[in-house]
Structure formats: C-alpha cells, structure tokens
C-alpha cells in the first residue's frame, strides 16, 4: 500500500471480526514500531502482546469499559523503560523524549496494521495501576497505550480535521498568510 493511501485512509477500528491475525502480520507491525526514530537510537519500548481472553477482559475494564477491545484478536501494551533516557538526557529526556519515542512507534503500529488489512486503535484512556497489577508490569516501567488489533468489522467514514490553512503559521507564531486568498487552496 502506498504511504499516503496509509495514512489517509487510516481509521481508529472498534469492531473487529472473529478472525486470528496471522503471526507473520504480527511481527511486521511490530518490526514497523521497532523502525520508528528513537532517542539516541536508545530504543527503549517494549511491546506486550494480549491474547488471553479474561486478561483482556480485564485490560477493557481498566479502559473505563471500552468492552470493543475484547474482540480485537490481541491488545499491544506499548511500554518503556525511562531509565537510560533520564540519565542521557535529564528531565527533557523523561518528559518529552520518552513520550516521543513511544508515540512514534504507536502510529507506525497503527499505519502497519491499517496497509495490512487489520484495523487498530490507539488506546490512551486507562487506569494504569490496574494494567501493572493484570500484566505484572513494575513501577519503573512507563505504560503508554494500548492498540487492539484485529480484521475490522466497519469501514468509519473519515472523521472531521481542521483545515490546512487553519493551523499553519508563516515565518512566526500566529502569522497568517498575508497575501491573495489562502496558502492551501484545495485543502
Ligand atoms: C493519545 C490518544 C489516546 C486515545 N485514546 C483512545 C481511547 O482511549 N479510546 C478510543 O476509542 N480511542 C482513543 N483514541 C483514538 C482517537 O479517538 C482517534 O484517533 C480520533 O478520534 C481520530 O480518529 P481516527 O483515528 O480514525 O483518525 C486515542 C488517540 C490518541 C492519539
């Protein structure tokens, strides 16, 4: 699939129908957050792959009741140590750094998914004391999001972005495009 046909036509997934995804798929969205720029190429993510059905479950009541997540075939914990990145880099490092690498790897995942037929959501909304308890995951490690993926079961119509021209500046903060009509104009 072409890139931009990825990322256009990308959507958060919530149903999801009763097919495995095959391992082969698994390990190339995965390969795909592993290719995501990281800090100092320190590569500090960590995927947790969900199967099991009752540990899902329990992941989808940690999301306040998003009970859709237990249909996708597997949920992806993105995790990270911050350990080496606090130390190479200081608060910036813990701060933004982290955040950043995670996030990166989150939406190549998400792109993976969507150019191999699967469909995917990013996962943000949790109560994360009860993901450490149900996945044994320690106090030293970040947890960033959670991505169930799985064959969709819609096809979600595109949802609304603000337009181009709406949040693009020129040469300063808050400066608009001063000439003629707008910068963008198909957009
Ligand atoms: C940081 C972050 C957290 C999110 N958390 C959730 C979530 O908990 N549940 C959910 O259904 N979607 C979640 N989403 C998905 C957004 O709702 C979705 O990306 C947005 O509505 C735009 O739709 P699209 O992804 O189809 O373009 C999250 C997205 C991001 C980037």
């Excluded at 909304?125 to 947890?143: A, G, K, Q």
Aim: glycine share 6%.
């Amino acid at each position: 699939m072409d890139l931009f046909e990825a990322i256009f036509e990308r959507r958060s997934i919530r149903r999801f129908i009763d097919k495995p995804v095959e391992e082969e798929k698994i390990a190339k969205i995965l390969d795909a957050g592993r290719w995501a720029p990281t800090v100092g190429n320190l590569q500090e993510w960590r995927f947790i792959i969900v199967r099991n059905k009752e540990k899902k479950l329990k992941l989808a009541q940690a999301a306040f009741g998003q009970n859709w997540m237990v249909n996708a075939f597997l949920i992806i914990v993105v995790i990270t140590n911050d350990q080496r990145i606090t130390r190479a880099y200081g608060d910036r490092g813990k701060d933004l750094y982290i955040k950043q690498d995670a996030a990166a790897s989150i939406q190549n995942i998400l792109l993976a998914a969507h150019s191999l037929g699967l469909g995917a959501c990013w996962v943000g909304s949790f109560d994360e004391s009860i993901l450490r308890r149900v996945l044994m995951i320690p106090d030293n490690i970040s947890i960033h999001a959670m991505i169930p993926v799985g064959y969709p079961a819609e096809k979600p119509n595109p949802p609304h972005r603000i337009n181009l021209n709406n949040i693009t500046y020129f040469d300063e903060y808050g400066k608009e495009w001063v000439k003629e009509g707008t910068f963008f104009p198909r957009l």
